[in-house]
């Protein structure tokens, strides 16, 4: 849960520089270990034995979908998706409006964009957007 937690943190400030520091490193691997392994199932990958991607699912949510900025564009995160994919009929997530890049990601993979907010329900208050995405002939 600790690698997770890098992960997740090294990749969420080199996307949303404006947000980086938002929690310390303590505060993200208890989240991990607490939070995220009590309720999700977690998947990585990995580059030898150091994690480069973690997703974390339930039900029919994606709650966590992180790949370290230097593996981004190597189709770990699509891999990732995909595994939670094969269970699923349909799959939501939250992203934030101004995470183009993760949009983008998203929207070639199926989902579209369902919602958005303006950001009042979040903890770091920046607008965001749920994404669906549904199994063709579920």
Known sequence: MDAAARVHR??????LPWLAGLHTPDEDRWFYRERMFAACTL??????????????FRDDWIEQLYVLPAAQG??????????????AGRLQLWTFQRNVRAR???????FAPV???????NEEKEPDARYLWTRVGA
Do not use: H, N, P
């Open 104 to 110: 983008r990601f998203y929207e070639a993979r199926g």
């Open 115 to 121: 919602e958005e907010t303006d950001g009042a329900r």
């Open 10 to 15: 090294a990749a969420f400030d080199d996307a």
């Open 74 to 87: 190597s189709g770990i995160g699509g891999a990732l998706l995909e595994v939670a994919k094969q269970g």
């Open 43 to 56: 998947w990585g990958a990995f580059d030898g034995a150091a994690m480069s991607g973690v997703i974390a």
